[in-house]
């Protein structure tokens, strides 16, 4: 019971410790919500800052992405650009070599009496040209720019380049009628046509399929720069790619395949 003095009563002691533990948790309360506003404040900021920061990285990257889509553009046209410039040097390189021929198969050292003389006497007897015949005129004729091969390997080829366009083709058209069976002093010659390399890679991508066309005697041959052109039937077909031509040869000629 507390204790009266008159008319007033005393606050119990523990009731003033609670008071006063109740104002210091109050007040601590008061502290820590007043640091959270704070703090909720300065996230808001933050927050503002990061959108803001969000906007402008989603803007960039949209500029980015449509500078992007225009340089793919760019570079479209730029590879189409090159792809044509590529064909035409491929082309050019091609008309630069068409008074060619490549001739292989004669050793290293016949040609030290001069290479143009021993070439004369050469296309003289696969011609059967006699002495008052005029060979056909050649510009100029060298080896194969590489080193001397060593004994036993094969010799470099001799790389002949014909004046007239219209020589050159007499001369591989008389040649290949040899069906590449040409013997000249007791060595076996080969002469073929000087193909810039890429177009030489086309034309022997058709080589498996043309052996089996051979074997079996189907009609056909390579147009310029690497056309395969076959006849069955009396049907000319002409492909662009061996798969091409394979595909189309199953369905016409199965039996070529052992189907």
Not at 27 to 36: A, I, P, Q, S
Not at 138 to 150: S, T
Not at 165 to 170: A, G, H, L, P, Q
Not at 219 to 224: A, M, P, S, W
Request: with cysteine; net charge positive.
């Amino acid at each position: 019971m507390a204790e009266k003095f008159g008319e007033e009563e005393l606050v119990p002691k523990w009731a003033g410790q609670l008071l006063s533990e109740i104002q210091s948790v109050k007040e601590t309360c008061n502290v820590r919500f007043d640091n959270l506003d704070k703090a909720i404040v300065q996230l808001k900021k933050d927050s503002k800052a990061t959108s803001q920061r969000i906007n402008n990285a989603e803007k960039r990257i949209s500029e980015i992405e449509d500078q992007a889509n225009s340089q793919g553009k760019t570079m479209g046209d730029l590879s189409k650009d090159v792809k044509a410039l590529q064909g035409k040097m491929l082309d050019l390189e091609a008309r630069s070599r068409r008074n060619n021929l490549i001739l292989a198969g004669l050793p290293e050292g016949k040609e030290a009496g001069g290479i143009s003389p021993l070439l004369d006497k050469i296309l003289r007897h696969f011609l059967k040209l006699s002495d008052t015949i005029s060979a056909p005129e050649i510009e100029r004729a060298h080896r194969a720019l590489r080193p001397i091969p060593d004994p036993g390997h094969p010799p470099r080829h001799i790389i002949i380049r014909f004046l007239r366009w219209s020589d050159k083709n007499e001369v591989f058209k008389t040649l290949a009628s040899a069906k590449g069976k040409l013997t000249w002093d007791g060595h076996d010659l080969r002469m073929f046509q000087d193909f810039p390399m890429e177009i030489q890679r086309q034309r022997d991508s058709y080589r498996e399929l043309r052996s089996i066309l051979r074997k079996e005697n189907v009609r056909h041959g390579i147009l310029y720069p690497a056309r395969l052109i076959i006849t069955i039937n009396e049907k000319t077909f002409i492909f662009k790619e061996p798969k091409e031509a394979e595909k189309v040869l199953k369905e016409k000629r199965p039996d070529l395949f052992g189907m």
